[in-house]
């Protein structure tokens, strides 16, 4: 296992352009799943490339191990990377891309076998080792994209979106799949996504990245319930966080946090809802609409349990709330979380 370290990493690709990673200090925890996830664009690849050594950086320095590696080849970092397009050798069988890499270290042929037998194993596809890539299903080819990487032992796992290429049915099984394959290996991990279901689900702390910054750093609750920012607060959940101005200070409401006035006792915060669009999901319903009077005003967003009773049709009115102590408030100019609440509060 291995902690990874950057301090003040920077990454510019064009001179005087917009920096694709800009002044990132990270420090891993050692075996931990680490996520970075943001949307296309934020920096993420980028910044598992450069730990990879696949980039250089312009600025800073990234340590492994307590090793400074920036300058160090990708093989000498003792890493393993899998991407989203597995890129297994057609021609060979499952066992000969497992070896593969032992066979690029020089790893004596008589170990070859022992190691590929324990990666499959780890990964249940010891089935799978005369087959060529062609007669596996995609879930297959992950599972021997990364039995090909760890035969390595690596200290460091990396991977890059590698379940963007599967069904989203196919996906819910890779991803326990993958962390239970990490909870038997205990190699520290990162993992990169823009679907924050998968970073929700499978890190153990989620790095949110916006323009080549790091937006917030926490576990899957702290950035998803406490969002550092306006960033962060619409960027995660689905429908994202309602933003309802109040002057200098934006209140932010979760949309399953805006319920029906009876479901929310003893608040003062009641609001007249009008319904606009409603979305049936089977065990919830998705109301769109605008709130008319109250403290705050505008566009809102509720979700709510499909069992509450009351026909939400379209232009109807009804009564919502919310738990004064749900609601979070950030600066309308930064964008940045306060503390102090606006007075009344």
Do not use: C
């Amino acid at each position: 296992m291995a902690v990874v370290e950057t301090r003040h990493l920077t990454k510019t690709f064009v001179r005087g352009g917009a920096a694709a990673v800009s002044d990132v200090s990270l420090r891993s925890l050692d075996g931990e799943f680490l996520v970075f996830l943001g949307p296309s664009g934020s920096g993420k690849t980028t910044l598992l490339r450069l730990i990879a050594g696949l980039e250089e950086p312009t600025e800073g320095e990234i340590l492994i191990g307590d090793r400074v590696v920036t300058d160090l080849s990708p093989r000498e970092r003792r890493i393993a990377m899998v991407f989203q397009s597995y890129a297994l050798y057609p021609h060979l069988t499952v066992e000969r891309n497992i070896s593969f890499p032992l066979e690029a270290q020089k790893v004596p042929r008589g170990e070859h076998r022992k190691k590929v037998e324990w990666a499959a194993e780890l990964l249940g596809i010891g089935h799978l080792l005369r087959r060529k890539p062609r007669e596996l299903s995609g879930g297959e080819r992950q599972r021997v994209a990364l039995a090909r990487a760890i035969v390595r032992e690596p200290s460091l796992f990396l991977l890059d979106e590698p379940l963007s290429n599967l069904d989203a049915k196919l996906r819910a099984s890779a991803r326990e799949e993958l962390a239970r394959f990490h909870r038997r290996a205990g190699t520290t991990a990162i993992y990169v996504t823009h679907d924050q279901v998968e970073a929700m689900a499978m890190g153990d702390r989620i790095v949110v990245l916006h323009e080549g910054q790091v937006r917030q750093v926490g576990a899957p609750w702290e950035v998803y319930d406490e969002p550092a920012d306006t960033f962060v607060a619409t960027f995660l959940g689905s429908p994202p966080m309602n933003l309802l101005a109040l002057g200098d200070v934006v209140a932010g409401v979760r949309p399953e946090h805006l319920l029906p006035a009876a479901l929310v006792p003893g608040t003062p915060l009641r609001l007249r809802f009008r319904v606009t669009n409603v979305e049936y999901l089977g065990s919830e319903r998705i109301l769109y609409g605008r709130l008319e009077e109250g403290r705050f005003d505008g566009p809102a967003v509720s979700r709510i349990s499909a069992s509450v009773d009351g026909a939400y049709v379209v232009g109807t009115v009804h009564a919502f709330a919310v738990d004064q102590r749900l609601v979070k408030f950030f600066d309308r100019v930064s964008g940045k979380r306060v503390a102090s609440l606006p007075p009344g509060w």
